[in-house]
């Protein structure tokens, strides 16, 4: 069996991208209606940002999805079968699987995705054989 546990770093990283667009955007939006704080913007941005990653932490470190010989096992009962996965890709740094039926699931904050890809591909090759 072989588990996809998400990573703290690539959390933190990800939250310092989110960052960077909040604190973008808060200003942005303050500038179009002429506000004379702009600099507020990137405040609102930090905070909501970072109240955000420490709220979420706990939960989101404890998504670890397991996979076996014939399947992918996550968290909140999620499950895809290898043999149903239609596709699987890099969607934001977490990976997406898409099944034939149209469910998607993501294994998040995964520190090298395009190794989890490979590794999930090798099963579905092998499962297949």
Same mark, same amino acid.
């Given at each position: 069996?072989?588990?996809?546990? =998400?990573?703290?770093?690539?959390?933190?990283? /990800?939250?310092?991208?989110?960052? @960077?667009?909040?604190?973008? @955007?808060?200003?942005?939006?303050?500038?179009?209606?002429?506000?004379?704080?702009?600099?507020?913007?990137? *405040?609102?941005?930090?905070? /909501? !940002?970072? #109240?955000?990653?420490?709220?979420?932490?706990?939960? !989101?470190?404890?998504? !670890?999805?397991?996979?076996?010989?014939?399947? #992918?096992?996550? =968290?909140?009962?999620?499950?895809?079968? #290898?043999?149903?996965? @239609?596709? !699987?890709?890099?969607?934001?740094?977490?990976?997406?699987?898409?099944?034939?039926?149209? $469910?998607?699931? #993501?294994?998040?904050?995964? =520190?090298? =995705?395009?190794? *989890?890809? $490979?590794?999930?591909? /090798?099963?579905?090759?092998?499962?297949? /054989?």
């Amino acid at each position: 069996m072989i588990e996809f546990k =998400p990573d703290m770093a690539t959390y933190i990283r /990800a939250h310092a991208v989110m960052t @960077a667009f909040a604190m973008a @955007a808060g200003m942005l939006i303050l500038w179009v209606i002429d506000n004379p704080h702009i600099w507020t913007g990137a *405040v609102g941005g930090l905070a /909501a !940002v970072a #109240l955000r990653g420490w709220y979420m932490a706990d939960e !989101v470190m404890d998504e !670890v999805w397991a996979m076996n010989s014939t399947s #992918l096992t996550g =968290p909140y009962e999620r499950k895809a079968r #290898l043999d149903e996965i @239609a596709k !699987v890709r890099t969607v934001a740094g977490s990976v997406q699987i898409i099944t034939r039926s149209g $469910d998607k699931h #993501l294994i998040k904050y995964q =520190p090298d =995705p395009k190794a *989890v890809i $490979d590794q999930i591909n /090798a099963a579905r090759q092998k499962q297949a /054989a």
